[in-house]
């Protein structure tokens, strides 16, 4: 096995400690993070959820390897999740006695900051998986290509895969996932909607109500993958969007038909402010705000859907998918990242998934490959999430998605016909210059 690539770096120790002490919340020696720190962070108010799979109790395990080493852990996750996270540290280290642990917690705010600042960096750190070209341009992470054999790979699901993937390296692993999911409000829509055609019905229903059927933002995130409901993608990376095409088409005519379904935002908060005053059935939003939402909705409230069809083509819409993945420091010895390692596959074992998917621990939304049918909120992003598609790993230019959200403004909201607006998008990209 090769050795990891180093990058030797330097910082004057004022450096050092104003960083340690602006940024960090502390770090200490595995098992006595969580009572220093459950202070210092909010802890989620309690929900009347199930508390999902329990996983059998764990024997009591006889030290199986003398292999030692050192692994430092960096995470923004909450007090619940840090001490998901120790009892899976205790558990590994029951079987490798040989590993020290010390466990950080860094808000989510300062992470890349800390990264960025600090000499002293962490065998791993749990960052979006959006991060990972920026890091690995800065030094601050390794490519893992050549430990990441097919046999690691099995571990984790497909889809989250893609998002450890950049320009054909292999800059992380991921460890949870994210994305853009349907939301619904059951006191405003009692029923999940089977397809766009029922969202707009839904939205006729509530008229003089002053309620709304969905609180729409068409900014290129949330409407991009609604494509797959017509066979393909408007956009690939930085690449051009291809206009010309049948799947262009369709994707304006999808929008338009869909737009009556509510108010039609762009690049704005009205949607979600609308959604959580209890005056929206549905909302498209990140699984990362389920907290905040459910805190503004009635008890039971909040529920997520799958995704519905478009009945002009009998298939659903998508949303993006990203991950929170583990990344590796360059300047690990070989043992440390052997050790470091071995950890992160124990994380990405079936039981420890299982195990950080608890909503009253982790809560995270698993990757593995295997991960059966899920209670709950958990199991309702889950099942969503893998219904989308990967966010692509490079953010396309600024020019195209202009572009692209002018052209969905035009037959949404200004009643454009669909060819005009693709005759206009089209002369619109001929204008862009070429990089």
């Known amino acids: 096995m090769q050795s990891p690539r180093m990058h030797p770096r330097s910082k004057s120790s004022s450096e050092v400690n104003r960083v340690l002490v602006a940024v960090v919340a502390g770090m200490l ?3 006595l993070w ?3 720190e459950a202070d210092q962070t909010p802890t989620p108010e309690p929900t009347e959820i199930s508390n999902g799979p329990t996983p059998a109790p764990t024997p009591v395990l006889e030290p199986t390897s003398e292999k030692t080493g050192s692994i430092s852990v960096w995470t923004t996750w909450n007090p619940d999740g840090v001490r998901a996270l120790n009892e899976l540290i205790e558990e590994f280290r029951s079987k490798h006695p040989g590993f020290t642990f010390a466990l950080t917690y860094i808000p989510p705010d300062k992470l890349r900051e800390a990264l960025a600042e600090t000499s002293i960096q962490p065998s791993l750190v749990f960052a979006p998986s959006r991060w990972a070209p920026e890091l690995f341009e800065a030094g601050l992470i390794q490519d893992l290509s050549g430990y990441a054999t097919d046999e690691f790979r099995v571990l984790v699901h497909p889809l989250p895969w893609v998002q450890a993937t950049h320009g054909g390296q292999v800059l992380g692993v991921p460890v949870q996932m994210h994305g853009n999911v349907l939301y619904r409000n059951r006191d405003l829509a009692p029923i999940p909607a089977g397809s766009t055609e029922e969202l707009v019905q839904a939205d006729a229903a509530l008229r003089g109500s002053f309620n709304e ?3 729409q933002d068409y900014r290129y995130e949330n409407i991009a993958p609604f494509a797959s409901a017509c066979g393909g993608q408007v956009i690939f990376d930085r690449s051009a969007p291809d206009l010309e095409s049948p799947v262009a088409r369709c994707w304006l005519q999808l929008l338009r038909d869909l737009a009556p379904a509510g ?9 979600r402010e ?3 005053g209890g005056q929206a059935g549905w909302l498209i939003e990140s699984t990362e705000v389920f907290n905040q939402l459910r805190a503004s909705l009635d008890e039971g409230s909040l529920v ?8 002009a083509t009998g298939e659903p819409l998508t949303g993006y998918v990203w991950t929170e993945n583990a990344y590796f420091s360059p300047d690990l010895s070989e ?3 052997e050790a470091a390692w071995e950890f992160l596959a124990f994380l990405l074992s079936s039981d420890s998934q299982l195990m950080l998917s608890n909503p009253n621990g982790a809560a995270n939304v698993p990757v593995h490959v295997s991960i059966p049918p899920l209670p709950g909120y958990i199991g309702q992003m889950h099942s969503a999430l893998l219904q989308g598609i990967a966010l692509p790993t490079v953010v396309p230019r600024s020019e195209y998605v202009e572009v692209l959200e002018r052209a969905a403004r035009a037959v949404s ?3 454009t016909p669909v060819d005009l607006a693709l005759q206009r998008a089209i002369a619109e990209l001929a204008e862009v210059p070429d990089v």
């Open 34 to 36: 969580g009572c220093a």
């Open 213 to 215: 059927g969905v609180a």
């Open 413 to 415: 909201v200004l009643g």
């Open 29 to 31: 020696l595995f098992g």
């Open 263 to 271: 108010p039609v935002e762009f690049n704005s908060t009205d949607d």
């Open 304 to 311: 997520i859907d799958s995704w519905p069809t478009y009945q």
């Open 274 to 276: 609308l959604f959580e």
């Open 335 to 337: 043992e440390d990242f």
